[in-house]
């Protein structure tokens, strides 16, 4: 196993999360010092070629990234660089939890816990967007009550690793369904069906773009963690995507950028849902510099 590693200026941690944010296996990670003050881009990669291959395009898009040095892992080494990057975090009785501490995580009586086990490549979820979403799966659960949330349909698009489709079937969700269009993210959400004991059937998976995955479908929550240019530019499809009462959950959004996702549906949920211009505004959330986006119709 080949780390490499490079100090990372302050300024460019929030343009590269966002980067590293559009990947569904990313070998790379964020690293503070306890102070905060301090920051280091790592990657972690099967051999020599692979590292050098990534840090080529991560470059061409940093220029500004000094020069990388180069370290061999052994497996040992490896197991305990890339545990230091994955923690258990949890949302209300919503909890993520690495597959290795399942045994010494105290999960409080009540709550749901999903294991994750797939090194940097599968990664935390813990992006903010990520979260955003998490704390509207959660919303729209107790506003339903469980009986109506089990059978409500639910769809996460662009599912990357089927972090909030697999949080909704654990949650007890029977109609679940998650898309994406790159196939290698419809794969790593299969294992991680398997990972936490569901079975093939809990989340139907589609290897699909946005557009063509929601031709002809409704739900009644769809999550979208996306980014706001996609967003925007798929407004039409997902605000036909949303049923009667059902709600539209958009991140991956920017907290500088919610002003122009909100132009790009305006027209759409005024022609689509026949909603009044003072209705459009939609309820946002804030986590550091990101937010979300919800519509109801």
């Not at 070998?27 to 051999?47: E, H, M, R, S, T």
């Not at 409704?218 to 059902?246: E, F, P, R, T």
């Amino acid at each position: 196993m080949i780390e490499i590693r490079t100090a990372l200026p302050a300024e460019l941690v929030e343009p590269l999360e966002e980067w590293l944010n559009e990947m569904v296996r990313c070998p790379w990670a964020i690293d503070v010092d306890a102070g905060g003050a301090a920051f280091q881009l790592a990657g972690f990669f099967d051999d020599a070629t692979a590292a050098q291959a990534a840090w080529a395009e991560l470059h061409l898009a940093f220029s500004a990234l000094a020069a990388p040095r180069q370290t061999t892992l052994d497996d040992r080494d490896w197991k305990e660089a890339y545990k230091a990057h994955l923690r258990p975090w949890s949302e209300g009785d919503l909890h993520w939890v690495p597959v290795w501490m399942k045994d010494n995580y105290p999960l409080p009586a009540g709550h749901t816990r999903l294991l994750f086990d797939a090194g940097l490549a599968f990664g935390t979820g813990d992006h903010p967007t990520t979260r955003l979403m998490a704390r509207r799966l959660l919303d729209f659960r107790a506003a339903r009550g469980q009986e109506k949330f089990s059978v409500a349909r639910v769809i996460d698009a662009g599912c990357g690793s089927g972090i909030l489709a697999l949080s909704a079937a654990l949650l007890g969700g029977k109609n679940v369904l998650a898309f994406d269009h790159d196939p290698e993210a419809i794969t790593v959400s299969r294992e991680n069906l398997a990972a936490n004991g569901l079975p093939d059937d809990a989340v139907e998976l589609v290897n699909a773009g946005l557009e063509a995955a929601l031709l002809g479908r409704q739900g009644d929550l769809l999550l979208a963690n996306i980014q706001a240019d996609v967003l925007a530019l798929h407004a039409d499809d997902l605000a036909a995507a949303i049923a009667s009462g059902g709600t539209l959950a958009l991140s991956g959004i920017l907290a500088v950028e919610v002003d122009r996702v909100r132009q790009a549906f305006a027209p759409v949920l005024e022609h689509l849902w026949k909603i009044r211009p003072a209705d459009q505004l939609g309820d946002s959330r804030v986590l550091g510099e990101w937010c979300d986006l919800v519509f109801v119709r």
